[in-house]
């Protein structure tokens, strides 16, 4: 006799992506992909702790002011010390009363070739791109399964994490490495209710992404992908809030690429 399976049998998805009672710590201040996402976490009915560099502090209050005080609250934290980002992080959790969700959206990058990068520029890529989730994730991880309510990681990688692109060297190399990092982190926390994933974006036109590819060497970039054209803030913050939502509460060390076809062209 064969087995009889119940196909009215649901998870419980909510299809409107809803995160009210939420609390999401989101690092990158007020950079493009990072404030794309504060509105979006803020318009599905969370509550966001915004986590800044020292050097974005005279314009976090307006930024706040348009978020609303009641969703959102700005930390000073330099998301490559360790010291700054506990205190940030529990400074965070004692003004929220929980956290639940975390997206490590803090990058930098500069576009020199191999032989040419220093080793402060090389350092810098990796403390900013790889080190900072490591320590963000691991701080905000500790609070969240003491909780026992379980939690989510979105982690900002790169189209660059995948393939090789000219002048990328150091910041490639700590993306493939976040990319690697979460795999693990997803293994050792799936058990215990976290769930770890990427998104690898393309050039987004945020004022980083735009800077690093104006001119001729952005028109000819954009000939090598499908679609045609750079990814705008929100459409990463889309793939980032699905990730954060229940309907993904089967995903957990994926990487989502957000690139146009670039890698598959």
């Not at 969700?101 to 900013?128: K, M, S």
């Not at 957000?258 to 598959?264: H, L, M």
Request: hydrophobic share 50%.
């Amino acid at each position: 006799m064969g087995i009889q399976y119940d196909m009215s049998l649901r998870h419980g998805v909510d299809f409107d992506f809803r995160l009210d009672g939420k609390v999401a710590v989101v690092t990158g201040g007020l950079g493009g992909i990072a404030m794309a996402t504060n509105a979006a976490l803020i318009a599905k009915g969370a509550r966001v702790a915004i986590l800044y560099p020292s050097f974005e502090a005279p314009r976090v209050q307006a930024a706040i002011d348009e978020l609303g005080a009641d969703n959102a609250q700005a930390f000073a934290c330099d998301v490559a010390n360790e010291a700054d980002v506990e205190r940030a992080i529990k400074t965070a959790h004692a003004h929220f009363g929980d956290l639940h969700l975390l997206v490590n959206a803090a990058g930098c990058i500069t576009l020199t070739p191999a032989e040419e990068i220093g080793y402060d520029e090389w350092q810098r890529q990796i403390a900013v791109n790889l080190t900072g989730p490591f320590l963000c994730s691991k701080h905000f991880a500790r609070i969240v399964l003491a909780s026992g309510h379980g939690g989510k990681i979105v982690n900002i990688a790169s189209q660059a994490a995948t393939v090789a692109i000219d002048q990328h060297c150091a910041y490639t190399s700590a993306k493939a490495g976040l990319i690697g990092m979460t795999k693990v982190l997803a293994k050792e926390w799936a058990g215990r209710g976290i769930t770890v994933n990427t998104v690898s974006p393309t050039v987004v036109l945020t004022p980083m992404g735009a800077a690093a590819w104006e001119g001729e060497k952005g028109e000819n970039m954009k000939k090598l992908i499908p679609v045609g054209r750079f990814a705008y803030t929100d459409e990463i913050a889309a793939a980032i809030l699905f990730l954060l939502s229940n309907g993904a509460d089967m995903i957990t060390g994926a990487d989502i690429m957000i690139d146009g076809g670039y890698t598959i062209a």
